[in-house]
């Protein structure tokens, strides 16, 4: 059995805070709008400062994959939602 490849890269606290919050606003998206059949997955892009884009897609697989859902949000710096538009809306069960 071929030996597994150490991870040499050094720690990195901002890449590491970004990640914990693109994870709570996607969180936060799917406890709002509930969980559609087929989420593939939630895309967080931070545009600038505040402000993020959010899509939730949904597919079998990467290659059919569809935008179900995208919202403009401002959040805080815990990654909770102070504002969105268009305006989230429970749409599934979860």
């Known amino acids: 059995m071929p030996a597994q490849k150490e991870d040499k890269r050094p720690a990195d606290p901002e890449a590491d805070e970004r ?5 709570a606003i996607g969180g936060h998206v799917l406890g709002a709008l509930g969980r559609p059949d087929g989420l593939f ?5 931070r545009l600038w400062g505040d402000r993020y884009r959010v899509n939730v897609l949904v597919g079998r697989d990467a290659a059919s994959t569809t935008i179900a859902h ?3 949000l401002v959040v805080d710096e815990a990654g909770n939602i102070d504002t969105t538009s268009p305006v989230i809306r429970r749409q599934y069960d979860s």
């Open 19 to 23: 990640n914990r919050r693109s994870a």
């Open 41 to 45: 997955g939630v895309q967080v892009r």
């Open 70 to 72: 995208s919202y403009f």
